[in-house]
């Protein structure tokens, strides 16, 4: 097996240099006075019950795999529902020893998503597995399953579905087809920490789930952090002995594992935060529908669409998709009044510069990485907010 140690990674920042959070605009763009996401109001909001929490780890000064940790992952397996969690350093680290944790690597196949940020494919290419395309539903934004099911070999051994933006992918005939073929369903759930599909928790449905606590998604860390989700005893011993040099006992290594660990003070941040998931959750939901009301009879302009019966969508990102072909000169024009957007995901996977030799097309990938934008959201978004930037958008569209 190939050593692995991640480090200097790059991450999928939604409003771009975080110690700035209050200014982000797409990179190259002036100033704007409406961020993608306000950080600095929550950090406001939260910062008695933050600063007490962070002086709590001090006064114990245990910083590593203490009691903050341990009581996250209760608190988040219970949220979730689920047997086993397991906090871990990051989304990225959680896909990669997902991935190994299911005994994948080399001559392995794991089918993916090409529209999604890039972790979920770097993963599988990480553990030495080669990581396969489908194309993607244009009204969804997540893999097509008739795709996916088309893309299927006899070296097919996994699936990552990525909830993206919030928004549940079809679980019931993703596990349907999955166990007719015998494929393992590990989901990413980066960006859907809340969500829910059919009922149940997205991330919970497969063999395994990932979410990331980056500073920007929906339950996010003051820092990196992120967390693997399973009800298979077996899996989370392994995923547990990866993060920490693959030793179950301390010095005595089994094998070459990761220093993948999340830190107290990062635990005890997030603990902070997650009582108020579901309401912040809701929040954004409530702030879409704005936005929906807003927005929908602006001509060429492509709302998210409704989500079935028993799903929740957590909007991670309110992203739309720009039908003229002037994508590009709205998102200008919008920076020209202050207001930041920015485009989830300008290429494909494919089409990255480290997978764009093999020659992959994906046509509906492909038009949207040229048509979406992703629009200001975040929990406490005021109506007058939207409502200003609705105006600039009818503008623009005229
Ligand atoms: C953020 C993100 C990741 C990676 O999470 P990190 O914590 O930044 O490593 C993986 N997949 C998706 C879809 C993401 O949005």
Redesign the pocket.
């Known amino acids: 097996m190939e050593p692995l140690r991640i480090g200097g990674?790059q991450?999928?920042s939604a409003v771009g240099n975080l110690t700035d959070s209050g200014t982000a605009t797409a990179a190259g763009k002036p100033q704007s006075s409406i961020p993608l996401l306000d950080l600095k109001r929550e950090v406001a909001e939260l910062k008695p019950q933050v600063m007490q929490a962070i002086e709590s780890v001090l006064d114990e000064a245990a910083f590593i795999m203490g009691n903050q940790v341990k009581q996250l992952e209760q608190e988040t397996a219970e949220y979730l529902g689920t047997k086993h969690a397991i906090a871990l350093n990051?989304?990225?680290d959680a896909?990669v020893i997902a991935l190994l944790a299911a005994g994948i690597g080399p001559g392995d196949e794991v089918i993916t998503t090409p529209f999604?940020?890039f972790?979920?494919a770097e993963a599988i290419s990480r553990v030495g597995a080669e990581p396969v395309f489908a194309e993607v539903d244009p009204l969804t934004y997540n893999l097509d399953l008739d795709s996916l099911e088309a893309a299927l070999t006899p070296r097919t051994k996994a699936v990552i579905p990525?909830h993206?933006f919030g928004r549940p992918l079809d679980m019931e005939r993703l596990m349907d087809l999955a166990s007719r073929r015998g494929l393992i369903v590990i989901e990413?759930a980066?960006?859907a920490f809340g969500a829910e599909a059919g009922g149940r928790k997205a991330g919970t449905i497969g063999e395994m789930g990932c979410y990331?606590?980056?500073p920007s998604?929906n339950l996010g860390a003051y820092g990196?952090g992120?967390l693997l989700v399973t009800n298979d005893s077996r899996l989370a011993e392994t995923a547990a002995m990866l993060r920490t040099h693959g030793s179950k006992r301390k010095y005595y290594n089994e094998r070459v594992g990761f220093n993948s660990r999340l830190d107290e003070i990062q635990a005890a941040i997030l603990r902070v935060k997650l009582p108020h998931i579901e309401a912040w959750n809701e929040d954004r939901r409530q702030a879409a529908a704005r936005y929906h009301e807003l927005l929908r009879d602006i001509p060429g302009l492509m709302l998210p669409g409704e989500v079935p019966d028993g799903d929740k969508q957590v909007f991670h990102q309110y992203t739309v998709r720009v039908l003229n072909g002037q994508r590009d000169a709205l998102q200008a024009g919008l920076a020209e009044a202050g207001i930041s957007s920015i485009v989830y995901y300008p290429l494909p996977v494919h089409r990255l510069p480290v997978y764009a030799d093999r020659g992959l097309t994906f046509p509906l990938a492909e038009r949207l990485s040229q048509e979406v934008l992703s629009l200001p959201i975040w929990p406490q978004i005021e109506a007058d907010v939207q409502e200003h930037i609705a105006g600039h958008l009818r503008r623009l569209m005229g």
Do not use: R, W
Request: net charge negative; glycine share 10%.
């Open positions: 990674q991450t999928d990051s989304g990225t896909l999604t940020f972790a979920s990525v993206l990413d980066a960006q990331s606590f980056f998604k990196d992120g």
